[in-house]
C-alpha cells in the first residue's frame, strides 16, 4: 500500500496526473481497512491536484474515486467549488462529485454555487440539489425569492416531483421569465391536484409560445378534466394559434380526449383551405389515434372530398394511418374505406405511391374484400406497386388468394396486362 502511495507522491510532483489517477485508483481499490488519518488526507490532497491540474478525462477518472475517500473529502471538494480562480471544468466536477454525498455543508454550498454568475455552474448546483430530493425543497424554495436565481431553483424543484413542491412552484407561475413559467407549468403538470387545472388554464393566453405549448400538453394528458373544465372548447383556439407548434401540440392533445366533439373540431381544421400541410398532416394522425369510428369517419370525408382538394401527402398520410388501425371493431371500416378508394376513380389512386401504401395497409388489415381490388393491382405498369399487392394478397389468406390466381389465369376472356401480372405473381411466389 505505502509503495503506490509513493508511485502517487512522485507522479503528483511530475505533474503525471494519467499515472497519479491510476495508483489512487488501485490505492481506494486494494484499502481492505480503515486508512490511517494522515494517509487518508494525503489521499484526498493528491486526488484533488488531479481534480484541479489534470483534463476531462482525468478528471472523469479521479471522480469515481472521491466516493471511497469518505467525509474527510468534503472540505477540499468545496474549497475547489468556491474557488473563483480555478476553471470552471474542475468546479464543474467538485459540484458532481459533491453530489455524492450528504451533509447540510454540502447543501449551503450548492446552494450557494447557484447564485454563481456562471450559468453552466448555476445550473449543475440545482440540478444537483434537484437530486437531493426533499431535503432540498425548503433551500430551493427560498432561493426562489432571488431573481437571479430564480430559475435554476424552479428547475431543480423540478425535477423533485413530490408534493411538497406544489406550493413554491405555483409562486412562479407568473414570473417574467418565460423559461421559469415553462418550467414551473411542466413541473406542476406531473401533479393530480385541484391547484393546477386553473393554472393550466390561464397559461393558455400566455404570450409566450412556450408556455401556451405547455400548457396545452399538460391538459391534453388531463381527458378526465373534460366534462368539468370543457377541454374540447378550451384546446379548440389554440388550433389556430399563430404558432405552428402550438397548433400541432393542440391537434395531439384534442386527439388523446378521444371524443366526438374533439374529432369534430380537428375534422374542421383539416379541410380548412388556411391549415398549412404539416399541421393537416399531424390533425390526421391525431384523428387516427382517436380510434373511433366517428374520427375514420372524418378521415374518409378528407379522403374522397371534391369541394375541395387535399393535398396528396394528406391523402398519403390518410391511407397510411387507417391501415393501421388496430382495433378489431375499426378494422373493417378501415379496410373497407381503403378498398372503396383503390377501386375508384378517385386522381389521389393515379399515384404510384399511394397504390403502394393502399397495398401495404389492405395487407396489414386483413380483409379478405380486398381481395379483388388487391388481384386489380397485379396489372399496374408500376413494378413496386405489384410487389406491394402481391405481398397484400400473401397476408390476406395465401391459400385463398393462391387458388383464385390460378383460376382467374386460366380464363381466355381475361384483360392482357392483369393475365400478365397474375403469371408474374404466380412465378414470384
Known sequence: MSNILEQARVAADRKNWPELVECLQQLTVKADKPQEQHILELTVNLAIQALEWGDFQDRWEIAKVFPNLGNCAIAPLIAVLEDEDADTESRWFAARILGKFDGPEVMQALVTLVKNSDEELSQ??????????????????????????????????????????????????GDSK????????????????????????SALKDPATAVRKEAVR?????????????LVNLLKPLLWDIRLEVCQSAAIALGRLKTDAAAAALFELLRSPTTPIQLQIETVRALSWMETATALAYLHQTL?????????????EIVTVLGRVEKPELKALAAGILSDLLASNHP?????????????????????????VLIKLLADPDNSVRLHSLSALKQLDGGEARQKLESLVKQDNLEPGLKEGIAIALQEW
Not at 432540498?136 to 426562489?144: D, G, P, V, Y
Not at 423540478?158 to 408534493?163: H, P
Not at 399538460?218 to 370543457?230: K, Q, S
Not at 401504401?357 to 396489414?364: E, V
Request: charged content about 20%; proline content about 4%.
Open 124 to 173: 449543475i448546483a440545482a440540478e444537483i440539489l434537484g437530486n437531493f430530493g426533499p431535503t432540498a425543497i425548503e433551500s430551493l424554495a427560498n432561493l426562489l425569492l432571488q431573481e437571479e436565481s430564480r430559475q435554476f431553483a424552479t428547475a431543480a424543484l423540478a425535477q423533485i416531483r413530490r408534493t411538497e413542491t406544489i406550493p413554491p412552484l405555483l409562486s412562479v407561475v
Open 178 to 201: 418565460v423559461a421559469v413559467r415553462v418550467a414551473a407549468i411542466e413541473a406542476l403538470s406531473s401533479f393530480h391536484d385541484s391547484r393546477i387545472p386553473p393554472v393550466l388554464v
Open 218 to 230: 399538460a391538459l391534453g394528458v388531463r381527458a378526465y378534466l373534460d366534462a368539468e373544465l370543457d
Open 304 to 316: 374522397i372530398a371534391e369541394s375541395y382538394n387535399t393535398n396528396s401527402l394528406v391523402c398519403q
Open 348 to 372: 389521389a389512386v393515379q399515384s404510384a405511391g399511394i397504390k403502394q401504401s393502399l397495398a401495404l395497409g389492405l395487407g396489414k388489415l386483413g380483409d379478405m374484400r380486398a381481395l379483388d
